[in-house]
């Protein structure tokens, strides 16, 4: 079984800071592309920014110049620096890994996990 753990959303001022954790565990080979993803209030869930394996990144224009994601494969962690922040940034944000597992037929096969989801608002 894999699990994904988001975790670090909050109430923040326009202007403020938060970073997001993304844990995952469980029975993984590796992780192929992680990405961020976050759904507003009666809006369809978009695509905010998402990293490769080895590091390549891209971003929702919306958000270019303010967040940043990263991971540490090392910990099977992804993050999302997310700088001067607006209201309209408000959103449950998700992480969603793409994995390699190990079948008990030694088989590699990619599955595509999300996170519960973390709410981040800003707001003053």
């Known amino acids: 079984q894999v699990q994904v753990v988001e975790s670090g959303g909050g109430l923040v001022q326009p202007g403020g800071s938060l970073r997001l954790s993304c844990v995952v565990s469980g029975s993984i080979f590796s992780i192929n592309s992680m990405g961020w993803y976050r759904q507003a209030p009666g809006k369809q869930r978009e695509l905010v920014a998402a990293?490769?394996?080895?590091?390549?990144?891209n971003y929702a224009d919306s958000v270019k110049g303010r967040f940043t994601i990263s991971r540490d494969n090392a910990k099977n962690t992804g993050y999302l620096q997310m700088n001067s922040l607006k209201p309209e940034d408000t959103a449950v944000y998700y992480c969603?890994?793409?994995?390699?597992?190990?079948?008990?037929?030694?088989?590699?096969?990619?599955?595509?996990?999300w996170g519960q989801g973390t709410q981040a608002t800003v707001s003053s």
């Open positions: 969603n890994a793409h994995v390699v597992i190990l079948t008990a037929t030694t088989r590699l096969l990619e599955f595509s996990y």
């Open positions: 990293i490769t394996s080895g590091g390549s990144t």
